[in-house]
């Protein structure tokens, strides 16, 4: 088992990284839960048990990352890195967006918050709705070319729409075994599949290195335009095989 923000061997008892000193928790491969005590594979889905990155609120703030909890009553579900999905719920962050300055060149998602599972990453995650607009997006690009990997931690289960909007100088997104859906038009990645981003500079191929088989590939829904981006060189996939941790 190894630590995904250095990838030193996690200590298998605490499943803490004895190098950088971050924190996992168990969370099923296949539908994201945390098991109980003594469970071995998941007991609703019958998936391997990992570890996946676990991060304080504090800790998350603290490298500019922001997080949705929606509620409902005294009910936590479905908690998304991001914007707001669902409605009525508790948003905690530093600053709108992703704000560090420079960005880290590699930034690491985290799978819980908490002890808590996050579910996926969401609109407005690297961005706020302002930045959206094309009057403002060649300042979003710049702020964010430092960015040239990221890594989504095992356990999260989608990246939809506009997840990583604005990071510009993106070069390997790596998706974990446990993701079902990566549901948007690309933009995110291209805008409107050309190669040249608003800001002028050239975007370079994107590899996205999926920690599974091709045949494991094949079940997460995905848009025909991936393969569109596949076949013009924009998109390199690269398959590692099955890693559980």
Not at 9 to 21: A, F, I, K, S
Not at 156 to 180: H, M, N, W
Not at 181 to 195: A, I, P, Q, T, V
Request: charged share 25%; aromatic share 10%; glycine share 12%.
């Amino acid at each position: 088992m190894k630590c995904e923000v250095c990838s030193a061997p996690l200590d298998p008892e605490t499943l803490r990284c004895p190098v950088c000193g971050a924190r996992h928790t168990l969370v099923c491969m296949g539908c994201g839960r945390v098991p109980e005590p003594g469970e071995k594979v998941c007991r609703e889905c019958g998936e391997a048990l990992v570890p996946g990155l676990d991060m304080t609120r504090e800790e998350m703030a603290t490298v500019g990352q922001k997080c949705f909890m929606p509620y409902s009553g005294d009910r936590v579900y479905k908690i998304y890195l991001g914007g707001n999905l669902d409605g009525g719920g508790h948003v905690f962050h530093n600053l709108p967006g992703y704000t560090r300055t420079p960005p880290e060149e590699r930034v690491v998602l985290p799978s819980l918050v908490e002890g808590h599972p996050i579910y996926g990453i969401w609109n407005e995650y690297f961005c706020v709705g302002d930045e959206f607009m094309p009057a403002l997006q060649e300042a979003t690009y710049a702020r964010m070319m430092s960015i040239r990997e990221i890594v989504v931690s095992r356990g999260i289960q989608e990246c939809f729409t506009y997840a990583f909007f604005g990071c510009a100088g993106l070069e390997v997104l790596d998706l974990p075994r446990s993701l079902k859906r990566m549901m948007n038009d690309f933009y995110d990645l291209f805008m409107d599949g050309k190669e040249v981003m608003g800001n002028g500079v050239k975007k370079t191929p994107i590899t996205i290195r999926y920690h599974g088989t091709e045949e494991d590939w094949q079940k997460v829904a995905v848009t025909s335009r991936l393969w569109d981006y596949v076949d013009k060189g924009c998109i390199r996939m690269e398959y590692l095989g099955r890693d559980e941790g």
